[in-house]
């Protein structure tokens, strides 16, 4: 399988662009067609984040913002970064790229919680690029050989990568004055709480708040979109969380979980299709299907 997958990227990365965005769309779509588990749940999310808005374009749309999401995984973070939208590029480096250095000048690490929207793995590509050896990614527990392909692709993009389990070395790392990357939007160990978000309950996790407690980190919530013209959108809520460095208590970590999960609410509700969420998040689904198994 690791042969395999460093033969596609070497084949992948001297493929025009457009011509592999159109070949992997078309294995999106073939998933929306024939993956009936997986088309179910992201529906199930999408309506959740759409509301009347909700259409199944969007289920579709998000299946080849998926798809084209693996073929950016093959290619070089030089070409990928070509690609990021002048407008939100200038917004990052005018009012969050200073905030952040100020931040770490003072040794004081911050951390940014972004979602599985658009491309996350360009969106720490970006940000390694600005901040050169400072920037550390979480990678969640996979089989062995996809947890291997995942790191070294993100140590290709410039990311510092930390297992999920290894907490003493997300403190050190921000601790230290370094940027701690984490996915805010969902719990595959359902450890956390359960949360009211986009209007019913879900599985949240209370890791993110919790470093930032413990580490006295602020907290940055953004992401980085797709547009219909296959450019990477820089979008950030303007709000920074923990600023007051609040003490670790319990109601402080509800809190700052709770502001978490409203910044991550705007995100999404900004374009649902966006959002390729195909794990069960919201405790409804997963009691259902969990029920209908036993």
Known sequence: MRILLKIAEIIIQNIPRKAGYFVFSLFGFFSYSFNRGRRETLRYNLKRAAGADFNENMVKRGFGIYARYYFDLFRKREELLKHVEPKGDAYFRAATVPAINEFLVQKRGCIIISMHCGNWDVAGGYAASLFPGRVNVVVEKLSPVMYGWFSRTRGRFGMKVIDASDIKSMIRVIKSGEVLILLGDRDLDRLGYKMDFLGE?????????????????????????RNKNDEYEIKLVPEVLNLENAPRTEANLLALTQKIVASM???????????????QIFVNQHDKDKNQLS
């Open 201 to 225: 309950k879900a599985f949240i996790p209370s890791g993110p708040a919790k470093l930032a407690l413990m580490a006295g980190a602020p907290v940055f919530t953004g992401i980085c979109a």
């Open 265 to 279: 609410e705007k995100m999404v509700r900004a374009d649902p299709s966006q959002w390729c969420m195909l794990q």
